[in-house]
């Protein structure tokens, strides 16, 4: 018998190769440490709140956008399907420029860089400076309005 607790448990009997809950916990603290996760608790509660918007699900048409104002960032809300709606931060990600408010050909476009954006994914398409995708934030419907979760 091995005494890998280091007398955390009420029994001190394991098996080889037996890991106590304290050293699991110690192990998984030191990983998340190490990749910069330790303080998750406020940016995991910033990350999950939601807002509705003005915007109802149904005046955003397949193919179309809306922009709103969420929690004092321009939001441009798309919809590339009847069933999926995206949401973006309104400023192209090649450098800080306000994207157009209304889809072109489809695709979110910054007139300034002549750059498109896909409207699901934000990723760049065409050619353009932007290697970055644009900021997404999660978009649902409830109750027939747009909430967006920043």
């Not at 890998?4 to 009997?13: L, R, V």
């Not at 003005?54 to 321009?74: E, L, M, Q």
């Amino acid at each position: 018998m091995e005494n890998n607790c280091m007398g955390a448990c009420e029994s001190h009997e394991h098996k080889s190769g037996d890991l106590s809950r304290k050293a699991v916990l110690g192990g998984l603290a030191a990983i998340l440490t190490g990749i910069g996760l330790t303080s998750l608790g406020d940016t995991a509660a910033e990350a999950a709140t939601s807002y509705k918007t003005s915007v109802r699900a149904t005046t955003i048409t397949v193919g179309s956008a809306k922009t709103v104002t969420v929690a004092g960032k321009s939001i441009l809300i798309t919809r590339p399907t009847s069933t999926t709606y995206s949401a973006f931060r309104r400023v192209c990600s090649h450098e800080p420029v306000t994207l157009n408010s209304t889809l072109r050909s489809g695709k979110i476009f910054c007139a300034e860089h002549a750059q498109s954006f896909d409207p699901n994914t934000g990723s760049p398409t065409g050619r353009g400076p932007a290697r970055r995708a644009l900021t997404k934030y999660t978009a649902s419907v409830k109750n027939g309005y747009v909430y967006i979760s920043i």
